[in-house]
């Protein structure tokens, strides 16, 4: 098991992508703690971890929200004394042409993507600077490397999560901190389901892979990235998408 009784934190794992990392997570013997706004969908994570026999805990949080952050790392040192692993993966989208984009959308996506990594980074890594031990893994997008029409905001937030993942790397490193970010490329979630099929299958056409991503295909990036089979590697953002062509 390559998490095994490692403590991994995963905001956004009610659904989707952070779902899906935690249950692989539990499976590689980690202790988990589902982070998310909706305490019904997380709720049903943890249960679904438990009932595997892996141990899982749910903490409400509200990442754009600092003392909503403080307070859910307060009460998972509570429960487990530590945090080693974070997964910065909750994420939301507002898209809209730069014309037609209001400031109310294009601050509600920096303040989650962007602001909510840095409260939950800011949070967790004291914990792990103390024990001389930790690893930060940020979701950033395939559109922060390349831009993607109409995505001003997502692609503002994606791009700010990559610099802040190269600056922790460098502060955190000497204290046995790794920081690494995730770029996922085109991928099958429930932000997915309501783009016209016509829309996906010029996404499979853009991708070599001639497919969409998986949540799996994320979710094992993150681990290898958690594991000690990375040990050497920070300041480094994976790209997972199929060799998609912009």
Known sequence: MRLKDRVAMVTGAGRGIGRQTALTFAREGAKLVIADIDTASGEQTAAKIRESGSEAIFVHIDVADEASVNAAVTQVVAQFGRIDVLVNNAGVLRDAKLVKMSDADFDFVISVNMKGVF??????????????????????????????????????????????TKVWARELGPKGVRVNAVAPGFI???????????????????????????????????????????????????????????
């Open 119 to 164: 409260h939950c980074s800011r949070a967790v890594a004291p914990l792990m600077i103390e024990r001389g031990y930790g690893v930060i893994l940020n979701a950033s997008s395939v559109v922060a490397l390349y831009g993607n029409y109409g995505q001003s905001s997502y692609v503002a937030s994606k791009s700010g999560v990559i610099g802040m």
């Open 188 to 246: 099958q979630t429930e932000m997915l389901a309501a783009v016209p099929e016509k829309v996906l299958n010029m996404m499979r056409q853009k991708t070599p892979l001639r497919r969409l991503g998986r949540a799996q295909d994320i979710a094992n990036a993150y681990l290898f990235l958690a594991s000690a089979e990375a040990s050497f590697i920070t300041g480094h953002v994976l790209s997972v998408d199929g060799g998609v062509i912009t």
